[in-house]
C-alpha cells in the first residue's frame, strides 16, 4: 500500500499557553511524534485575551498559506479544578468557519486541569528523585488526585527539597528529568493528545 508524502498531511499549528509548556511539548513532540508535520509549540503567552491570540495566530498561518490543510491544537491551563476555560471555542470556530483549509473538528482544545504543574505530580516518584528526598520522607499518596495541587504546591515541595521551582526556562534541568511516560498514561488529556496526534501522522 503507498504511504503519504510528508506534503500530504495537514500541518499541525501548535498553540501552547506559556514557556513551561515551550519546554514541555517540545519533549512531548520529540518523545511521540517528531516526525509528524507539525509546529514548534507557538507561545501564548498566558491566557488573557486568548480567543483574540488564537485566532490571530491562526488566521496569520490560513491567509499565508492557503493550499496547506491545517489542524489546531490549543494547550492551556484551566487555572482551576473547576468552572469555566478561559478560552471560548464556539466564537473561534465560528470565525474560522470560513476558510476552506481547516475542518472544524480540527480546532482542538487540551486542557491540564489546574496547570501544566498538576500533570507533574503523576510522576511524583521522579519528582521526589530530582528533589533527592531520603526515602523515608517520601509521601506519595499526598499527591493524589493530582488535580489538587498546582505549581504553588510544586514551589513548596522544592523548598523543602531545599531548590527553588521557577516557572519557564529555569524549569528546563526539571522538565527534562520527568518521565513522561508516567504522565502520559496517567493523563487522559494527554494521552488523548498524543495519541491524536499519533494516529494522524502514523506515527505509532
Same mark, same amino acid.
Given at each position: 500500500?503507498? /504511504?503519504?508524502? *510528508?506534503?500530504? +498531511? ?12 515551550? @519546554? !514541555?511539548? #517540545? ?5 511521540? !511524534?517528531?516526525?509528524?508535520? *507539525?509546529? %514548534?509549540?507557538? =507561545? ?6 486568548? %480567543? ?10 490560513? %491567509? ?8 489546531? *491544537? ?21 470565525? @474560522?468557519? *470560513? ?13 491540564? $486541569? ?6 507533574? +505530580?503523576?510522576? &511524583? ?7 533527592? +528526598?531520603?526515602? %523515608?520522607?517520601? #509521601? &506519595?499518596?499526598?499527591?493524589?488526585? $493530582?488535580?489538587?495541587? =498546582? ?21 528546563? =534541568? ?8 508516567? &504522565? ?6 494527554? =494521552?488523548?493528545?498524543?495519541? +491524536?496526534?499519533?494516529? /494522524?501522522?502514523?506515527?505509532?
Amino acid at each position: 500500500m503507498p /504511504t503519504k508524502s *510528508c506534503a500530504e +498531511f495537514p500541518y499541525t499549528l501548535l498553540m501552547v499557553e506559556g514557556d513551561t509548556e515551550i @519546554l !514541555f511539548y #517540545k519533549r512531548i513532540k520529540e518523545t511521540y !511524534f517528531r516526525n509528524a508535520r *507539525c509546529s %514548534n509549540p507557538k =507561545n501564548l503567552h498566558g491566557n488573557w485575551s486568548i %480567543n483574540t491570540k488564537v485566532l490571530d495566530k491562526t488566521t496569520a498561518h490560513l %491567509n499565508a498559506h492557503p493550499d496547506t490543510e491545517f489542524i489546531i *491544537c490549543i494547550c492551556i491551563d484551566r487555572e482551576s479544578r473547576s468552572g469555566k476555560a478561559p478560552i471560548d471555542m464556539e466564537p473561534i470556530k465560528n470565525e @474560522l468557519n *470560513c476558510y476552506p483549509n481547516i475542518k472544524t473538528e480540527n480546532i482542538r482544545l487540551y486542557e491540564a $486541569v489546574q496547570d501544566i504543574e498538576s500533570w507533574f +505530580f503523576h510522576d &511524583i516518584k521522579g519528582i521526589y528523585e530530582f528533589l533527592r +528526598f531520603p526515602r %523515608n520522607s517520601r #509521601k &506519595i499518596r499526598k499527591y493524589m488526585p $493530582v488535580e489538587k495541587f =498546582n505549581h504553588l504546591d510544586l514551589s513548596r515541595l522544592f523548598k523543602q527539597g531545599k531548590k527553588e521551582y521557577r516557572k519557564g526556562n529555569a524549569s528546563e =534541568n526539571f522538565i527534562n528529568h520527568l518521565n513522561l511516560e508516567v &504522565i502520559r498514561k496517567k493523563s487522559k488529556v494527554l =494521552n488523548d493528545f498524543c495519541t +491524536f496526534m499519533e494516529e /494522524t501522522y502514523n506515527q505509532t
